[in-house]
């Protein structure tokens, strides 16, 4: 892990901080602010999410090109007036990694360079690490999908339990 941009500031400029490619998962507090996946529209858990949802096409990216406009964005290839990115995660994968999954808001502010494309999403397996994101199995990711609710502004908390304990108070944490 590497402090990532979320809900609270860090308490020390030395401290690692989360940067494009570097295959940690951002630290801190975070808000949980859409679904997406390869359910389509009509679909009963589409027509029942209480986030914003995005379908995977094979049009959908999520932008990590820190040169470009549309960094740290997911974003319909066809809807882009020109395509300025080199790189780009894919939304529709044929691994089943993002058939469902929820958009972590760490770089909000689509800072170039600071992370982008940070996502909860299905595992490839137990124990197998991702390249930045958090996963978990597609019992669990569905189950957790279906419960989450705008009104409610889901948020999830990502901390090596001696920073938990040590900021629970001044961030107010559960």
């Known amino acids: 892990m590497a402090w990532g941009i979320g809900l609270h500031p860090l308490a020390h400029a030395s401290e690692r901080r ?13 808000a949980i602010t859409a679904l997406f996946g390869e359910a389509g529209p009509a679909s009963a858990f589409v027509q029942s999410a209480r986030l914003p949802y995005r379908c995977a096409s094979a049009r959908l990216k999520c932008v990590d090109d820190p040169a470009s406009r549309h960094y740290n964005q997911i974003i319909d290839q066809e809807m882009a007036d020109a395509v300025d990115w080199r790189s780009h995660e894919e939304m529709l994968r044929e691994d089943e990694r993002y058939v469902i999954g929820a958009v972590i808001a760490h770089n909000a502010a689509c800072r170039p360079g600071e992370g982008s494309c940070i996502f909860l999403h299905v595992w490839q397996a137990a124990g197998v690490p991702t390249a930045g994101c958090t996963a978990a199995s597609l019992a669990d990711m569905t189950e957790i999908c279906t419960w989450l609710d705008a009104a409610s502004h889901p948020l999830i908390i990502q901390l090596p339990e001696a920073e938990y304990r040590r900021r629970k108070d001044a961030w107010n944490l559960p």
Not at 18 to 30: R, S
């Open 18 to 30: 989360k940067q494009e490619g570097d295959g940690c998962a951002p630290a801190g507090v975070f």
